[in-house]
Every structure is written in C-alpha cells, then in structure tokens.
C-alpha cells in the first residue's frame, strides 16, 4: 500500500521575471546618466581624480579668453550674478553651480567669480577632467 502525496510541489524557478526587472534597471539608468549638463563650450579642464556626485542646477563656462556663459549663453562678467538668479529662481536652499574654468586662467578670474558665489550662498562645484 503506497501513500503518496496528491498535492506536489513545483521547484522549478523561472528566470523571466528577474531578466524583465534587470533589463528595465539597465534602461532607467541609462536614461538617467544622460541628464548630466555637457560642458558648454571648448574649455581644457583641469584634471583631477575626484567626482562628484551632485548635480549642477547651473552650468558657468570661462573661456581662455575670457569670455563667460552661463548655460550656452554668453554673457558679460557684470550679467553673471543675475543671469544665475534668473535661472535659478527664488527658492530658500541655494543652488549648486559647476564652474568650467580654462586650466589656463588666471586665478584671479577665478576668484572673482567664487566672490560673487560667496556673497549670494552658491554651492560651488569646479568642473575637471579625469586623469
């Protein structure tokens, strides 16, 4: 007399599910890390083996010839401080800049600009390039 079970287990996995989840990860991801702000214009950036994480809400460019733009658009050095208030808006937490300086400048251009950021709270990121 042989008992046998009427209610069998199936231990079979499928994989289907976890290949549908892994490739819906894989397209958010790289539909999220192209929404990083390209550099603007043909600035050589300084190198360095530090990134950040943060994401920039306003991209400032200065070329080896001085000249300034503020997400693609050239402006004077005067407009800067309100070009980034414009864009950036009213809001209570300030927002995060990345500075694209030529790795030609003179400090000094630089420093004039990070005292504009000083005085209006900016958050500060300086763009590099990888070694």
């Not at 600035?43 to 400032?60: D, E, F, G, K, Y």
């Not at 030609?104 to 004039?112: F, T, W």
């Amino acid at each position: 007399m042989a008992i046998e079970a009427k209610n069998r287990r199936n231990t079979t996995f499928s994989m289907s599910g976890m290949t549908d989840i892994v490739f819906l990860l894989l397209l958010f991801f790289m539909l999220t890390s192209t929404l990083i702000i390209p550099i603007a214009m043909n600035v050589l950036l300084p190198q360095s083996n530090n990134q950040t994480v943060a994401s920039p809400v306003v991209s400032i460019s200065i070329t080896r010839n001085l000249e300034y733009f503020v997400n693609d658009e050239q402006c004077s050095f005067e407009d800067i401080e309100l070009k980034i208030k414009s864009v950036t808006g009213n809001t209570d937490d300030p927002p995060t800049v990345r500075l694209n300086a030529d790795e030609n400048l003179n400090m000094n251009e630089i420093y004039d600009f990070l005292e504009i950021a000083k005085r209006n709270r900016f958050k500060v990121i300086l763009g590099t390039r990888p070694l």
